[in-house]
């Protein structure tokens, strides 16, 4: 029996290797004694012609001080015979645990019993599938303990030992995460089989030990090369990370080799793997070659492509499998909801929706989350609201989703509802939940909101976390409470990038950009490393004409930090040059860029517009375009916009066009400008088209519409519009009752005006704007009502009303108030004396009146204040192109042919009566200087340069950046009679309709 047993247990090995033993990393005394340990064994080994006991080593265990796993390292195996190797049970250097070392084996020469008699003596007492049985409920009823009890009578019983119940026991202390004892279990088996070993690889697996895992298996594929898909899944399961995939490819063509490439858990695991890897292309190469499609594949690889940003790929994936009839599980649908979320594909969204009906999975709540979620990053609210109240089971996730759907499209009162009714229901909000109410009261600067959030964020012991933390500085800033945001900032135990980047942005929130650069400055001496994010916000208090400077600073400091080149940190600080009304930096810094994109084009056109380039912004808009790159609906806003200022009505309709065509011409922002932009070019009929083609208009296109209207007077149809409005359930805003007044101050309507102020105020609970009160200063000035105007200007509760002591002043020119005029231009140049408006209209008061001495002592005080006034600008379109006049202009090519168009029109003009307000000119001394003065003025230029160039009869539109001249005025009227033409002007005051010598306007007449 003995010699028997020795027969079995000696075996044919051959040596680890000794130089990977020798790198483990031990303590130098116990390295000196495992490697006189390992010689003598190598030695042993070698003496005896390559045979060793496994009983002999057993326990052999090299530990470090650290008591660091060190390394899998297999047990002695057998020299290759016919190329094949007989298995012998590894050993493993672990941690040492001596719980289980001082129990003898069932194989053990020290027994003096066969493993059969010990087998057949255990098996009397108990069987192995009994031990399987407790085992399982050990592990159903999470009882360790109970399961080391099992253990222990194994062993005694002599049935750890048996490669079923070794087996089980590993599954057991794996399941456990107790790797050490799932490896002495292990090590106990006389015999291991393929499932022994699967164990012991899925144990390790678990652990996160993979490279342990991977020696495990290679040691397996020299002791037994037939393997089965058990043992293949499991040593795929050791490659699921890009460092692994080499080896992960080794192991598939070894699959490969063994015939189980299309074994439907092998295929499905080689998928996995490939995914997890990120080679979507090699685990759709295996998927396509599968037989059957499985629904863990099919999950696993939709989830791969939407991971790695392959949304349309995996939907068309989605589109095969279900004309195939996959039967598909949850995570599948759940992973193709995602990818339509992701590129926000409403009409796919819709599809999967009605076959998740069918299919009677609508109100899983996680299926549910996931479709809500689809139509919130779609913008359908109304939807993704339908179908929340639909679920009869709602989770924090449920909640939290159509909350932050309405927080990010901008409806964050609703978003704070929302969270008041999951606490009205009883349901926790978790720590994501409350940071993104919180975000939503920033916002909507709702204070007192964001203090009970901050409250129950310090119910979850969550307040100093980085991310609420921050977000906790955020919101105190943007709510104007800089004290408690520096309270918060100071409280918390580390303070990050991020929280820098909370407190400077709040700072410059609260338009306190010195004090964000001197915490800037202070974040530099703590040697705090600034981010992209921290960059924005400082560069955000940089963003005004006076810190310019400061912002080229930091321009500087993120070229230093090798950030320059970065996209996104360089539309930030083209931004920041544009706000400083700095041009040329941003020009030149976008000319650096490797490539520029959407939103840098998007900056540079809006900021040329803003600054009233709107000739370089189209050209800005076309480039963009023939470089490839797509527009979208922030950059057709701005190029339309820049059409609106110089009515460039046909660049307009090309550009119209394009929005079409790229299917942005119902985009809301979209639609409402090419409103506006039809009614500022003078077509107000394009304007009432498109406004009648919008299905549902919304109160942006019908303020745009009304504003059109009120600038040629039209106070009939303003109103008409206004009622009809209100009467489809829509509430008139601040820009509806602005567009109301405009009216009624370009008819002359008094009482009209006074009642729509007070119907705002009283009727509606809105607060008047200092926009509405200069509304209210210009109906009763344009109806000679001045000292009205000026008390009006002394109690109303805004200062520094520049805009409202221009208005007055104007008023005053026209109706001869020098008196008025004086007391008005004084108040105006307290509050800007650099501004030459002012001084401006106060000389043509005095010179109008003859009172020149006044009028040249404000021309000197203009001097000397170095106040100079904005020169004229006017802009006319022929055919495609857009001609841009300055005052006195002369260097069109066409310049001789205007001018000489313009001395036989004064002919013409002072036969019809037309005077030359020569009155309104200060810097020349003779009268014929004076009238050739008023000949250049360049709306005349403009006029001169398209009756020249277009056949009798044709439309002219033309453009002014400044208030046109009471003279240009008079005299357009009556071009428009002689030349038998309707002449659009567009000035900065409103459109004027010249037409057989009258005019929309009552302005001027």
Known sequence: MAATQNALHSVTVVPPDYCELKRLSCSQQEEVGAKGRIDNWWNSAASDKGTYSTSNYLLLRISSQSNQLSSYCSEPRTPRENGKSTFTSPFAICPSHGELESIPRADSADTHQSSSTVACNAVSCISTDLIFARLQQCIDDRDLEAGRKVHWLAIQSGLDSNAFVGSHLIRMFAHFDRLTEANQAFHRIVNPNLYSWNAIMLAYVKSGHHQIALKVYQDL??????????????????????????QGRQIHMQAIENGFEFDDYVGSTLVEMYAKCSDLESALAVFNRLPRWRAISCS?????????????IALELFRKMVEKDVELDEVSYISILEACSNIAALGHG????????????????????????VYVNCQRLLEADTLFHRLPVKDIVTWTTLASGYAYNGFNKEAMQIFDDMEHYGVTPNSITLVLILRACSSVSALEQGRRIHARIVECGTELDDFAGSSLIDMYGKCGSPDDAIIMFERLPKTTAIAWSALIAGTADNEEGSKAFLLFEQMQRENVIPDRALF?????????????????FIH????????????????????????????????????????????????????????????????????????????????????????????????????????????????????????????????????????????????????????GYAQIGNYSLV??????????????????????????????????????????????????????????????????????????????????NLVGWT????????????????????RFIVMDRTNATGYVLMENIYSQMGMWDDANEIEELRKYANGWKKPGKAFIEIGNQVHNFAVGDKSHKESSAIYAKLEGLNLQLQEEGYVPRVDLVMDSTSEDDKVDALCGHCEKLAIAFGLISTVPGTTLRVSKNLRMCADCHNATRLISKL??????????????????????????L
């Not at 599809?351 to 549910?368: N, S, T």
């Not at 924005?536 to 080229?552: M, Q």
């Not at 470089?627 to 339309?640: I, W, Y």
């Open 221 to 246: 594929q020299n002791s037994c090369p037939e393997l089965d898909g058990h043992i293949f899944v499991s040593a795929l399961r050791t490659c699921f990370s890009p460092v692994n995939l080499g």
């Open 300 to 312: 696993l690889l939709i989830g791969g492509f939407v991971d790695a940003g392959e949304e349309y």
């Open 350 to 373: 819709r599809q999967i929706h009605a076959l998740l009906i069918e299919l009677g999975l609508e109100f899983d709540v996680r299926v549910g989350n996931a479709i809500i979620d």
């Open 536 to 552: 924005v916000c400082i560069l955000k208090a940089c963003s005004d004409p006076t810190h310019l400077d400061y912002g080229r």
């Open 556 to 707: 500087c400091h993120v070229a230093e930090s090798g950030l320059g080149t970065d996209i996104f940190l360089a539309n930030a600080l083209i931004d920041m040059y544009v706000k400083c009304e700095s041009l040329e930096d941003a020009c030149t810094l976008s000319k650096t860029l490797p490539e520029q994109d959407l939103v840098t084009w998007s900056l540079l056109i809006g900021g040329h517009v803003q600054q009233g380039f709107a000739l370089e912004a189209l050209q800005f808009f076309d480039k963009m375009c023939n470089e490839g790159v797509e527009p979208d609906g922030t950059s057709f806003v701005c190029a339309l916009k820049a059409c609106s200022s110089i009515a460039a009505l046909q660049q307009g309709r090309r550009i119209h066009g394009q929005a079409i065509e790229k299917g942005y011409e119902l985009d809301p922002f979209v639609s409402s400008t090419l409103i506006d932009m039809y009614a500022k070019c003078g077509s107000l009929e394009d304007a009432q088209r498109d406004f009648e083609r919008l299905p549902k208009p919304n109160i942006v296109d019908w303020g745009a519409l009304m504003s």
């Open 719 to 800: 109103l008409q519009y206004f009622k009809a409005m209100q009467s489809r359930g829509i509430e008139p805003d601040e820009i509806s009752f602005l567009s109301l007044l405009a009216a009624c101050s370009r008819a002359g309507l008094l009482d009209a005006g006074c009642a729509h102020f007070k119907e705002m105020r009283d009727n509606h609970g809105s607060v008047p704007s200092l926009k509405h009160y200069n509304s209210l200063v210009d109906i009763f000035g344009h109806t000679g009502c001045l000292e009205e105007v000026e008390d009006l200007l002394e109690t109303i509760p805004f200062g520094n």
């Open 807 to 826: 208005s007055l002043l104007t008023s005053c020119r026209r109706y001869f108030d020098p008196s008025t005029g004086r007391r008005s231009f004084d």
């Open 979 to 1004: 030349e038998r033409r309707e002449i659009i002007v567009v000035d900065a005051y409103c459109t004027h309709h010249f037409g057989n010598g009258i005019c929309s306007c009552t302005e001027h």
